[in-house]
């Protein structure tokens, strides 16, 4: 009886806490982005954008992948709006030169990179202390 009371009590409060947590989420304005009825006009743009022209290097969450011939690519998670809207035309417009990023860039109306660069830039990063998280090192 008591592991019954006990194993009821563990997911009653799992449960509570998840209830919680969605509350919370909801309140702070946070929404699922793999859901697009979510999603504001611009930031559906943006990810299709994203998906289609950019996450090849840079990845749908902004975590560069392995890509271009450049042997470094940004991360863009959490990058400033107007920051990668400044980037991305001066790759349009030579200003900055850069073999794969010039072309992809004028591949991108004004709107579609206003859209990419709201769609990196709302993605947030969650730091943590890895001593506090890992625990005990792998063996």
Same mark, same amino acid.
């Given at each position: 009886?008591?592991?019954?009371?006990? #194993?009821?009590?563990?997911?009653?409060?799992?449960?509570?806490?998840?209830?919680?947590?969605?509350?919370?989420?909801?309140?702070?304005? *946070?929404?699922?982005?793999?859901?697009? =009825?979510?999603?504001?006009?611009?930031?559906?743009?943006?990810?299709? =954008?994203?998906?289609?022209?950019? #996450?090849?290097?840079?990845?749908?969450?902004?975590?560069?992948? #392995?890509?271009?011939?450049?042997?470094?690519?940004?991360?863009?998670?959490?990058?400033?709006?107007?920051?990668?809207?400044?980037?991305?035309?001066?790759?349009? *417009?030579?200003?900055?030169?850069?073999?794969?990023?010039?072309?992809?860039?004028?591949?991108?109306?004004?709107?579609?990179? *206003?859209?990419?660069?709201?769609?990196? *830039?709302?993605?947030?990063?969650?730091?943590?202390?890895?001593?506090?998280?890992?625990?005990?090192? #792998?063996?």
């Amino acid at each position: 009886m008591k592991l019954i009371f006990t #194993s009821l009590s563990i997911f009653f409060t799992i449960t509570f806490q998840t209830l919680l947590a969605d509350t919370k989420q909801a309140e702070t304005g *946070s929404v699922g982005a793999t859901v697009s =009825k979510n999603l504001t006009e611009e930031l559906r743009v943006g990810k299709a =954008k994203v998906e289609t022209l950019c #996450s090849a290097c840079h990845g749908l969450d902004g975590v560069a992948a #392995s890509g271009g011939n450049s042997v470094i690519i940004p991360n863009l998670t959490a990058q400033h709006k107007d920051y990668l809207i400044a980037k991305l035309k001066d790759y349009k *417009s030579n200003k900055i030169d850069h073999p794969q990023m010039s072309i992809i860039a004028q591949m991108l109306t004004d709107e579609e990179i *206003s859209a990419v660069s709201e769609w990196y *830039s709302r993605i947030k990063i969650r730091i943590f202390d890895p001593n506090l998280i890992l625990g005990k090192p #792998s063996q």
